[in-house]
């Protein structure tokens, strides 16, 4: 064969950094830092529904290709109660195959080759793979560490003057993720503002990202379509696998005003079609839950992440607190590290943790080449082990 089997598009993506290191912990044995999924399951009351629709036969076959109503009526519900945005389920909801697929036809749908795409670096890695499947350009704005934060501050902020710049007449979207994986920063009012006027401005669509919602621990998620102006322009993504703890169900969703979520449809209708049709009735309930399951997890979590955050520091890594989110970014160097990749690479055999280098979410490694990303979204004993791992392997 003259030409190679895979498109030129998708050759920087034949894999992930998450399966590469997920790979790797299985072959060593070590305890997984690195891909963002519990350790535990979610409500015993959720799995138990999705036994329950399987059981009755509800779901077993194709669902209908928006999603069942139930869950469509269940996703309008919880972004009334919410945060007050309403949503015809029937038109304005789509059910999607995880927020992964959610974003791939947003992206798929709303573009054409040669628009430009702004998105917070670093990013996570399926979004560069689905603007370059759309044959899109990606301009990143860099969310950098702030050296100067005191122990409370949030360590990364966004550059509104960098954000303006990025912009040009090929600008056709900003893909935004707040809480944003892997830095856990939460975007705040005054960033978000700065946003919205510059899609107003300069007439540009805004695809959200916000499947960390519901674990933030600083401040508070505010989505974009909230703001004046913004409902129209914004297509909305979040899904059921963080917030409930069932990462392997991919039961995500998009809320958006019916043209938008008409032309994410058309795209998704030929990836996968329909999805998880037991597992949306269990979504359906799982929204349905009281606001104590949402703000008992949280809790949890914030619990882990400082765990977490005061292991690594005493492990020598620079620690910057994430606002929100399952991860915690770190600096190596004070450990006299300067790569991030070879670090977690070595990290396994050393002292059998795995971590994530960050370096792979930037179009220019050296900005985050000595930055690695943790999960805390494991169980106590786990962390405090993996900890202990850390300051021995320091010591070696």
Known sequence: MGRPPLSSRLTPFVTTIFAEMSALAVRTGSINLGQGFPDTDGPAEVAEAAVRAIREGRGNQYPPGPGIPELRHAVAEHQRRWYGLEWDPESEVLVTAGATEAVAAALLALLEPGDEV?????????????????????????????????????????????????????????????????????????????????????????????????????????????????????????????????????????????PLVAAVRTAKQYLTYVSAGPFQYAVAEALALPDAYLTGLRADLLRKRDLLAAGLAEAGLRVFRPAGTYFITADITPLGEKDGVAYCMSLPERCGVVAVPTQVFYDDPDAGRSIVRFAFCKKDEVLTEAVRRLKEGRSA
């Open 118 to 258: 702004i998105a917070l670096e670093p990013y996570y890695d399926s979004y560069a793979a689905g603007i370059a499947m759309a044959g899109a350009r990606r301009v990143p704005v860099t969310l950098r560490p702030d050296t100067g934060a005191g122990a409370g501050a949030p360590a990364y902020r966004l550059d509104l003057d960098e954000l303006r710049a990025a912009v040009t007449p090929a600008t056709r979207l900003i893909l935004l993720n707040s809480p944003h994986n892997p830095t856990g920063t939460v975007l705040d009012r005054t960033e978000l503002e700065a946003v919205a006027a510059l899609a107003r401005e300069r007439d540009l669509l805004v695809v959200t990202d916000e499947v960390y919602e519901h674990l933030v621990f600083d401040g508070a998620h505010i989505p974009l379509a909230t703001l004046p102006g913004m409902r129209e322009r914004t297509v909305s993504i979040s899904s059921a696998g963080k917030s409930y703890s069932f990462t392997g169900w991919k039961v995500g969703w998009v809320t958006a005003p019916a």
